[in-house]
């Protein structure tokens, strides 16, 4: 009954820049958790950022200082700043929100995925 949809992703060259957003529709109560993973060609889905509502955003490592969370509660909207971009960040990017929604359902919703490639 949620759903997020992302939007964002392309074909950038290495060292350049990417807005990611992923909006949750439905019958959403709260939100609690958002956030961003990444799967690469032949690999696990990681994480890459997350974000509590009050919370501090956590970071892989591997972006820390590259990359920004936000989120927009009244929108039920995350972004995701990605800046100094390499190669190495080339993935498909999925949102994921927890919450409740309709008569205080619990969920853990994903999207379907927006693709993110890095090179020259």
């Known amino acids: 009954q949620v759903q997020l949809v992302e939007s964002g992703g392309d074909l950038v060259q290495p060292g350049g820049s990417l807005r990611l957003s992923c909006a949750a529709t439905g019958s959403i109560i709260s939100i609690h958790t958002m956030g961003w993973y990444r799967q690469a060609a032949g690999r696990e889905r990681e994480l890459v950022a997350i974000i509590a509502t009050g919370g501090t955003p956590v970071y892989a490592h591997s972006v820390k200082g590259r990359f920004t969370i936000s989120r927009d509660n009244a929108e039920n909207a995350v972004y995701l700043q990605m800046n100094s971009l390499r190669p190495e960040d080339t993935a498909v990017y999925y949102c994921?929100?927890?919450?409740?929604?309709?008569?205080?359902?619990?969920?853990?919703?994903w999207g379907r995925g927006t693709r993110v490639t890095v090179s020259s």
């Open positions: 994921n929100a927890i919450g409740a929604y309709g008569t205080d359902v619990p969920f853990n919703a």
